[in-house]
């Protein structure tokens, strides 16, 4: 793996937390001699004190680059690339992470900044990233050829009570995402989402607005994945040669069987 992804350049859309964040480190970890990384998002502070501990624990061989952007800004979206330092500009591998969701709601009471941000940041960020990268992959011979990772969710292949703006947004990414596999068959661009299960991340403490005490309930009597199990999966499809494809991957923890059958030990 480190031999594929040697000379790479990473762009991680919300990377200042979660998954995004581990998926930095997982980078970084499997290939320190000749990585690029560009994390974005918007929580800036928080990227510098990923940059610095990245080079704390690798040494300064990866090189990292900082950029704010909300992925729900169309602006920032188009302007990122051409932004970005000359070295950091020939984008090799996209992980599509940047997510967002808040409340439960159910229809007809879902607030309507809910549906404008969720599918703000979930839909039209995810869809407006990978143009932006297109762009740049579509440059290369045969083609085209770089890499596309989307993060999905089990909540994109099945609808849950209280998920119904979530789970359609990640349905949309899912059906992007296929529909753009098959548009891209005749270039070497990989197209690869990771769809996970329970994880504990800051995710779920924003969707329930803080309420610590309805956050934990989540996770109550379970031992959901972590962020660094569902980097290490973003990172092991970005490093297959490149003929390989994992086109699909569905990861749950041990005790989840779909969005809605957990056991739960309490």
């Known amino acids: 793996m480190a031999k594929n992804l040697a000379g790479k350049i990473v762009l991680i859309t919300g990377a200042s937390s979660g998954i995004g964040r581990s ?12 990585l690029k990384l560009i994390l974005t ?8 004190d990923i ?29 990122l690339i051409a932004g970005l330092p000359e070295e950091f500009r020939d984008v090799d591998i ?28 979930n839909v039209t960020g995810t869809i407006n990233m990978t143009q932006a990268v297109l762009k740049v992959f579509k440059k290369r011979p045969n083609g085209g050829r770089g890499d596309v990772i989307m993060l999905g ?21 899912r059906a992007f995402t296929d529909a753009l596999r098959k548009e891209l ?22 969707r329930y607005r803080f309420d610590q005490e309805q956050a934990n309930k989540v996770y109550a009597g379970c031992d959901p994945l972590s962020p660094d199990d569902v980097a290490e999966v973003i990172v092991f499809a970005a490093g297959r040669r490149d003929n390989v494809v994992v086109a699909d991957t569905l990861m749950f923890p041990s005790h ?6 957990i056991y739960r030990t309490l």
């Open 23 to 34: 998926t930095a480190f997982e980078f970084a970890r499997t290939s320190p001699s000749s």
């Open 51 to 79: 940059a610095y501990q990245i080079r704390e624990e690798v040494g300064n061989d990866v090189r990292v680059c900082i950029q704010q952007l909300d992925v729900s800004n169309p602006d920032e979206v188009e302007a």
């Open 94 to 121: 996209l992980v599509n992470n940047a997510g967002f969701m808040s409340g439960f709601e159910q229809a007809p009471d879902i607030p309507q900044d809910v549906i404008r941000d969720v599918w703000a940041t």
């Open 256 to 261: 989840q069987a779909s969005a809605t059958h």
């Open 153 to 173: 969710s089990i909540a994109g292949r099945e609808a849950y009570a209280g998920g119904s703006i979530y789970c359609s947004s990640k349905a949309a990414v």
């Open 41 to 48: 998002a918007r929580r800036v502070d928080r990227l510098h």
């Open 185 to 206: 068959i005749n270039t070497r661009i990989r197209i690869m989402s990771v769809d996970p299960g329970q994880v504990l991340t800051e995710f779920n403490n924003i």
